[in-house]
């Protein structure tokens, strides 16, 4: 069981590029998230799933897309990338809902120039 | 709208003190709470949650949770402190829709010192 994957580890873009993050899961959990975290803000919730093909906005969803064709993968898109996107990004998923214990992968290190 | 909250950036204990992490919560209905940690360059783990039952709440390595409905609180405590305890401590609370989203305080560092 490899539980939750997250790459890359670390990233650098430039104003403007986009990228995919990409996270998979093979426990067979039903609800996938991502967050982001920044120093003093605790985890903030960008988007959420709970189910293939059915994806929602959290708390902080602008510039970022998801989509979820398949129950083990979750990929997150930064359509163009701003400076105010520099954070550390986390995915993690539960059995059924937000309040199951929560698996978080290892996260990815963002910086935008 | 459901909230919590951790007063504390940082909290500094000699290994083998007790040691309390506190967290205060505002709901509307019945609270689900949670606490996470995050060791450095790490995920978060899950410790404990009170869902509904005792209000002492056991968990991973050897951490507790007192929730205190007339304080609205979920303080995170240890007998005694190891210098491996030394990590970032979310607590977290359900939102009130139907898929449970989680959220998180801003979280407070534990640094336990030898």
């Known amino acids: 069981n490899a539980g939750v994957t997250q790459t890359p580890k670390f990233q650098v873009l430039k104003t403007g590029q986009s990228m995919t993050l990409q996270c998979a899961q093979d426990?067979?959990?039903?609800?996938m998230s991502w967050y982001r975290q920044d120093p003093g803000m605790g985890l903030r919730l960008i988007h959420y799933?709970?189910?293939?093909?059915?994806?929602d906005q959290g708390e902080v969803p602008n510039g970022y897309n998801v989509s979820r064709s398949t129950t083990e993968d979750f990929p997150l898109r930064l359509l163009s990338a701003a400076p105010s996107q520099t954070s550390v990004y986390f995915c993690?998923?539960?059995?059924?809902?937000?309040?199951?214990?929560?698996?978080f992968g290892p996260g990815t290190r963002l910086t935008v120039l | 709208a459901q909230s919590v909250a951790q007063p504390e950036d940082q909290v500094n204990v000699a290994e083998g003190n007790p040691l309390t992490v506190k967290c205060t919560y505002s709901v509307s209905g019945n609270p689900y709470l949670f606490w996470y940690v995050q060791y450095p360059n790490r995920g978060l783990q899950f410790l404990l949650k009170?869902?509904?039952?005792?209000?002492l709440v056991k968990g991973s390595y050897g951490f507790e949770a007192e929730f205190n409905k007339s304080q609205t609180s979920f303080h995170l405590k240890k007998p005694s402190a190891l210098v491996s305890d030394s990590a970032l401590y979310f607590c977290a609370v359900r939102d009130g829709s139907n898929t449970g989203k989680l959220i998180f305080g801003q979280g407070t560092t534990l640094q336990v010192k030898p």
């Open positions: 799933s709970v189910g293939a093909g059915i994806t």
């Open positions: 009170y869902i509904t039952g005792d209000n």
């Open positions: 993690a998923s539960s059995l059924r809902q937000g309040w199951d214990t929560q698996y």
């Open positions: 426990m067979n959990h039903e609800y």
